[in-house]
């Protein structure tokens, strides 16, 4: 069995594969594949893979090797280190501008600096590790539908903590980072105890920020969108509606914020003294736990604050999707249900059936009055309704109705208008309600709103049997039930974690959410917006209920503690409402929080998660602890529970349980004020090279709260994933097209941008990366008494199954006369020759020096002539 951790060292050279871990209104947010590139290995030219936007990182964080000051560093020695650092950096002719020093949570500082200098940094004394400084994007978002929140809160307890419990988050400080939020909105009046704007309102992540300190007003509404479900009083009641609230502000009024930005707001949100943080924003993809932001935060879970940050919403992107900071080893990293009502605005059939709508963006907003004559383009098995040109004029001045299937909504609603409709009504092919987008060219100018398909089935039949069938517009709205509420919403993103831990942790309603919003934005003060964003702030919420009723009954409960709780006392979901069998746990984590069970339960189970690795040779057993704080025993009844398993990466195979377990006894029983241990061996039956998972279960004899502990595992030998699944291609970067060409050229003068990339496709997470440069006529590395290759680690899988890295070489070699830490390390070019590069990639959890741990790939010959 490998390690399941390593120390981190150098540089997980990445770029901005980075989503807000957010939604857009009545709409998942669904990841953009966005192929970037880390660094070069051997010298730092960073540049992008994309063929659309040049992102290339210009800002990187440089981490030191003395511990942050939570974790028992001295701010003198740190602040030696900077010197030092500054010294070398000088001596070498390497010019940075500084951006923002850390000391607390995480040693280190940010720069900005000329890629080609970036090997140079990596090899100065004291530098710990190097990491892009990822950028993260701020969704567009803009009011939708109307659901209530008070269905949203019943599915996790919180109206019976609120409404019998008399909790209300009061004396509790809950931090958002954010957007921001409306200062006027009445929602948080007289409640916000702390701000800072750490960017300024013109910032959009590509230029510098200017703090603004207590200019939090929020212009995007994410931001008080969160904050409303976490804390809002007024008629639409967040989760903790009398917490106090600290806004730290990392967004502009538009563009993305960086990752050091959201570091050193954890750094004034610890200062501040929040009890709890949450984060609705991260990177899909970057799921390795030694990442920064994932770093911070778990060093802030052990400074004493809660922290929940959304997973991410790259459902479709398949398995190993989840982001950090939510993929830290103490972070609570959330998951999104749906919610099981939704709030439409309505049309009328002339029989008086009435029909919830959500309109599809950007379509107009239908009128509140007037009727239009019904037709129908296909049935209800239509596979590709309206995807062909209809015939001129023949549904002029109609409401159509036309089934979702095989071409863009923007192609049914543009055939439809061309053919003179005036209103549009889409339905879903599935169950469940319909946000659409009708986005394209030329623009659709006729009202189009999506429907259920329950009822898209009752107009279909309505106007087959009516004739003269109409509907009218109305000013009402109603509360109808969602088909697919308290299921997983399908944006909500897969783990596992890349070093096998098991993420998500749990989950709460993100899917359809109606909660405060900015009064300039939305005239009602609320919209509804969807995505794991909303089911972060929830979880915030109600780690905030958990913590004043534990401080009024005059108990300690340690921010590191939180998590298990919510695990133990939280209630897995179906994989569908009539499946019979649980979701996947590497999706759901412990299911949906209940913040009542977390309260009245006096027990508890450690760990709450359990994080398996993979099987290769076998799962050890593992010691479960229970621990009774009441004041009687308690026997529990113990026994397992399977939930789906999945095959694939980009495209994910489902198949039932795959683990059975036994116990080293079937009962346990647990004394008042005591502990108990039990053994429980997980014994995988899932097919190789999937990712299992289940639930251990703890049933009381007789009243009490049932305790459950996920688990999740990967089946096979973990470093049987390929990395490199196609071999990667010479390029060259057209700044023409801003795009990596493949070239049969391979003569290079290494001046003036004309350097090889390799454009690799990594098909799953490499531990490391190593390029060698090697001699062609002898096959061995260059300058061989000198150490010349570089290494890049903690490197992401490529978001889509065509996406790759382009990884560069300047004609760059490094080499020192030790191997001490402090060797005097320098850089220097390589004469005009022939070479080739080796690439060395190591496996996630792969042991270096074990042949069947890596993957290599050599190049063809390079020609180097600087003369040229």
């Not at 659309?52 to 942050?68: G, H, I």
């Not at 600290?246 to 967004?251: E, H």
């Not at 969602?482 to 993103?493: A, E, I, Q, R």
Request: net charge neutral; with cysteine; proline share 6%.
């Amino acid at each position: 069995m490998k390690t399941q951790a390593y120390q981190r060292s150098a540089a997980m050279i990445l770029l901005s594969l980075t989503l807000a871990a957010c939604g857009t209104p009545s709409t998942p947010q669904v990841t953009v594949p966005v192929a970037a590139a880390p660094t070069p290995l051997i010298q730092g030219l960073s540049v992008p893979t994309t063929q659309v936007d040049n992102e290339t990182a210009q800002n990187w964080f440089v981490e030191f090797r003395s511990k942050p000051t939570t974790k028992g560093g001295d701010r003198a020695a740190i602040a030696q280190e900077r010197q030092i650092f500054r010294q070398q950096a000088n001596a070498a002719g390497i010019k940075f501008q500084q951006r923002l020093e850390f000391e607390r949570l995480w040693n280190g500082i940010s720069i900005r600096i000329d890629p080609v200098d970036l090997g140079k940094i990596k090899d100065l004394d004291g530098v710990k590790a190097v990491y892009p400084v990822m950028d993260v994007a701020l969704p567009e978002l803009t009011p939708g539908e109307e659901p209530e929140m008070a269905t949203a809160v019943s599915q996790t307890g919180v109206d019976t903590a609120q409404n019998e419990m008399g909790l209300t988050g009061k004396g509790v400080k809950i931090a958002i980072m954010d957007t921001g939020i409306d200062l006027d909105h009445p929602a948080f009046k007289g409640r916000v105890v702390a701000q800072y704007d750490l960017v300024g309102d013109a910032f959009t992540g590509g230029n510098t920020p200017v703090p603004g300190k207590d200019n939090v007003d929020d212009c995007g509404g994410h931001g008080t969108h969160v904050a409303g479900i976490a804390a809002a009083g007024g008629p639409v009641k967040g989760v903790a509606p009398e917490a106090s609230l600290g806004v730290y502000r990392v967004f502009g009024c538009a563009g993305s914020t960086q990752a050091d930005i959201m570091v050193q707001a954890m750094e004034r949100a610890l200062a501040d003294g929040m009890d709890v943080l949450n984060m609705s924003i991260g990177s899909a993809f970057n799921s390795w736990p030694e990442y920064p932001t994932a770093v911070a935060s778990s060093n802030l879970v052990d400074a004493g604050m809660v922290v929940a940050a959304s997973i991410g919403n790259s459902g479709s992107g398949g398995v190993w999707a989840a982001g950090a900071p939510g993929v830290g080893e103490k972070v609570i990293g959330v998951a999104n249900f749906m919610n099981s009502h939704v709030y439409l605005n309505e049309f009328v059939l002339s029989d008086g059936t009435k029909v919830g709508y959500q309109v599809a963006s950007p379509s107009p907003t239908p009128p509140t009055s007037g009727s239009l004559p019904l037709a129908k383009t296909g049935t209800t098995t239509s596979a590709a309704d309206a995807c062909a040109a209809l015939p001129a004029n023949s549904l002029t001045g109609k409401a159509v109705l036309i089934r979702r299937g095989t071409c863009a909504f923007h192609t049914k609603a543009i055939n439809a208008q061309n053919a003179g409709a005036s209103a549009v009504i889409l339905y879903n092919n599935a169950v469940g309600p319909l946000a659409a987008s009708v986005a394209g060219t030329p623009a659709v100018t006729i009202p189009v709103v999506g429907v259920s398909d329950a009822l898209g089935k009752t107009i279909d039949a309505f106007i087959a049997g009516t004739p003269s069938a109409s509907m009218t517009w109305t000013a009402g709205a109603g509360s109808y039930l969602n088909p697919t509420g308290n299921l997983l919403d399908t944006s909500s993103s897969y783990g596992l974690a890349a070093d096998l831990s098991l993420k998500p942790d749990l989950g709460a309603p993100g899917g359809l959410i109606r909660a405060a919003y900015p009064l300039n934005l939305a005239p009602s003060g609320y919209a509804t917006l969807s995505g794991t964003s909303m089911a972060s702030p929830h979880v915030a919420g109600v780690a905030a209920l958990v913590l004043q009723a534990k401080r009024e009954a005059g108990q300690t409960m340690r921010a590191e503690d939180m998590r298990g709780l919510l695990q133990n006392t939280a209630t897995p979901r179906p994989w569908s409402n009539n499946s019979g069998q649980l979701d996947v746990v590497h999706r759901q984590g412990a299911g949906m929080v209940n913040v009542v069970n977390a309260i009245n339960t006096t027990a508890t189970v450690t760990p709450g998660k359990l994080s398996l690795g993979e099987s290769e040779s076998g799962v050890a057993p593992q010691t479960l602890t229970v621990t009774n704080r009441g004041t009687t025993p308690v026997t529990y009844t113990l026994s397992h529970t399977g939930a789906r398993t999945t095959e694939g990466n980009y495209t994910v195979k489902s198949s039932g349980p795959g683990a059975t377990a036994t116990f080293s006894a079937g009962t346990l029983t647990v004394p008042a004020g005591g502990s108990a241990q039990v053994t429980v061996t997980v014994n995988p039956t899932a097919p190789n090279l999937s990712i299992y998972g289940g639930y251990i279960v703890f049933t009381p004899q007789g009243a009490g709260t049932p305790l459950r502990v996920p688990y999740a595992g990967f089946q096979g030998d973990y470093q049987d994933l390929k990395v490199l699944t196609s071999a990667p291609q010479l390029a060259r970067f057209d700044a023409t097209k801003n795009a990596y060409a493949p070239t049969t050229n391979h003569t290079f003068t290494m001046r003036d941008g004309d350097f090889p990339y390799f454009r690799m496709h990594l098909d799953h997470f490499a531990r490391s990366i190593k390029l060698d440069v090697l001699e062609a006529s002898t096959m061995q590395p260059v300058n061989t008494q000198f150490f010349n290759a570089s290494t890049d680690e903690y490197l992401p899988r490529n978001s889509t199954a065509t996406g790759f890295f382009a990884f560069g070489w300047d004609g760059m070699v490094s080499w020192s006369r030790g191997v001490s830490d402090n060797a005097q390390n320098k850089r220097k070019a390589v004469p005009n020759g022939q070479y080739v590069i080796r690439v060395t990639v190591l496996k996630a959890l792969g042991q270096e020096g074990n042949s069947d741990h890596q993957e290599t790939w050599t190049s063809p010959v390079l020609t180097v002539n600087a003369s040229k």
